[in-house]
């Protein structure tokens, strides 16, 4: 039955739904190359387990294992596990990508080539693909070229090719090489001649091919070839291999919400010092795993990879000792950076320190006093057994705050600021009052109040004679106090806090006596 309201009273409400923010203080993102096979990796992607990190095409472990894979896996090893991880991909420079076009377009031409039937006579020619290199073991002198079909075949595909900087379209370039008179002048027993052939296109970096001719004693030439087919060389350059700056895939990055702290996996360390250097321009933070401490720099003394001017990066000695070789570090440990980020950011910003965290699937450092205050010294991270526990010792950036620190300050800026954002949005208006002045007070104040409860502010306390210390203040001003100018440009200032920080106790000295009474 109708109640006739709408003939004497309309009601029209809107929801005044708030900003949702998805800042996030808790998770990590891995930046490094791309996966060395088929990937199906987005520039920037999230995954919410090992699984999905296999599906994009990452190598998580044994050999030929990607750097980016190896470090999720570490990662998402830690206890609890991370409930996501971003991954972003370093993607080649657009010369590096025409060049590992231009490698895959001649390796199959130099495949097809020396497998067809007739192509070859007089030698037996060997091709490694990963090293670039071809190798010819004759049969008897040579006394001409029978066969440019390789040559004649790249030329139609529109590469450029030269030897030794002579370029070369077919048989008549090719007979007229010095290098050739050279070959042609072999005998048994003779030294290999090793000469380079390049391959470029309009577009591509340049990219190198090895040549190796040799002509060994008949009786060893089976031996020969064996060992020559069996040699991976590097290859004589590796243009197809150049990536972008950090500072690309990090700008990148940024474009996708979610992440806080970037840990790098397979990337130059030479490069540290410029992702520091750019972090610090972000409200995000940077951690890197130290394995050039303890004389590891030129002068020969204590030297990190990155300079102590920086608050927003981090460095965790990775090796077991301080004399291991590279080679015997433990796969993971080059990655004990995701191990500890993983982890720490567990933890809700404000309730943690990033000391005394117990981690999984990397092994500790042996280290002695003198070492863990070098390290300590020079505001470095670093991992060691205490008692029967494994646990991350120091808990700081570079630049000597507590790394905690800058994460709760980070934290609480952006809630504080959501707060007020929210305010403006969810009313028709804040009126330039004491009354209005006040509501962004509460906002502060609600702000500080929840950064206490979490543990980041400490909490009201007392002095000696019952005097309260609270955990923080705030002061606003009054509206009859701005001139006519400040109100009528309605921008509202002089509203400042204080906040005592909880901190965190990581030493404890204690001291007492045994009697026999008290």
């Known amino acids: 039955m109708s109640k006739n309201y709408d003939q004497i009273a309309t009601v029209d409400i809107d929801i005044a739904t708030p900003i949702v923010d998805d800042t996030s203080f808790d998770n990590l993102l891995i930046m490094g190359p791309a996966p060395k096979g088929e990937s199906q990796a987005p520039d920037v992607g999230v995954y919410s387990s090992i699984a999905e990190v296999e599906d994009a095409g990452f190598v998580t472990s044994g050999d030929g294992a990607d750097p980016v894979g190896v470090a999720a896996r570490v990662a998402f090893s830690q206890s ?22 231009t490698i895959k377009e001649v390796n199959e031409i130099v495949k097809d080539t020396i497998s067809a039937a007739g192509n070859v006579t007089g030698c037996t020619i060997s ?53 050739f008179a050279e070959i042609a002048a072999m005998q048994k027993g003779s030294e290999d001649i090793n000469l380079v052939v390049t391959v470029e296109r309009e577009g591509a970096s340049p990219v190198s091919y090895g040549v190796t001719v040799s002509y060994p004693d008949t009786k060893k030439r089976a031996a020969a070839v064996e060992s020559s087919t069996a040699v991976e060389d590097t290859p004589i350059d590796t243009p197809d291999t150049v990536l972008e700056a950090p500072a690309t895939t990090i700008a990148r990055a940024l474009e996708t919400s979610g992440w806080y702290v970037l840990c790098t996996a397979g990337v130059d360390p030479a490069l540290y010092e410029d992702i520091a250097a750019y972090i610090e321009t972000q409200e995000k ?36 000792n301080t004399k291991q070789a590279d080679e015997d570090v433990p796969e993971a440990n080059w990655y004990m950076n995701a191990a500890w980020v993983a982890k720490w ?26 070492e863990t205050k070098a ?13 029967n526990k494994n646990i991350s010792m120091n808990g700081k950036v570079v630049g000597d705050e507590w790394a905690d620190v800058i994460r709760f300050r980070d934290w609480l800026k952006n809630d504080m600021q959501v707060r007020v954002v929210n305010l403006f949005v969810t009313r028709p ?7 209005g002045i006040g509501l962004v007070q ?48 309605r921008r509202l200032t002089k509203c400042t806090f204080k906040a005592r920080l909880a901190g965190a106790i990581h030493f404890a000295e204690l001291t007492g006596s045994l009697t026999y009474e008290l």
């Open 80 to 101: 609890p596990s991370p409930t996501q991880v971003y991954i972003a991909v370093q993607k080649l420079t657009e010369d590096a990508a025409g060049a590992a076009k």
């Open 429 to 435: 208006k804040v009126p330039y009052t004491d009354s």
């Open 127 to 179: 091709f490694s693909e990963s090293a670039r290199r071809l190798y010819i073991v004759l049969e008897g002198p040579i006394s001409g070229v029978n066969n440019t079909e390789l040559v004649e075949k790249l030329t139609a595909q529109g590469f450029a090719v030269s030897v030794d900087g002579s370029v070369i379209t077919g048989l008549e370039d090719l007979s007229k090489l010095p290098i």
């Open 285 to 320: 933070m940077f951690c890197y795993t130290e394995m050039a401490f303890f004389g590891a720099g030129e002068d020969g003394g204590n030297k990190p990879s990155v300079g102590n001017v920086y608050f927003r990066t981090m460095g965790i000695y990775g090796r077991e």
């Open 442 to 489: 509460n906002q502060m104040l609600a702000s500080l109040k929840a950064g206490q409860d979490v543990g980041g502010i400490a909490e009201e306390e007392f002095d000696e004679d019952g005097n309260s210390i609270p955990g923080y203040t705030t002061s606003v001003p009054l509206a009859a106090s701005l001139s006519a100018s400040e109100r009528a440009s």
């Open 375 to 387: 390290l300590a010294d020079a505001s470095l991270n670093y991992f060691i057994t205490v008692g």
């Open 345 to 370: 950011l567990n933890y809700e910003s404000g309730s943690e320190t990033a000391a005394f965290k117990v981690l999984a699937s990397v092994y500790p450092s042996s280290l002695n006093s003198t």
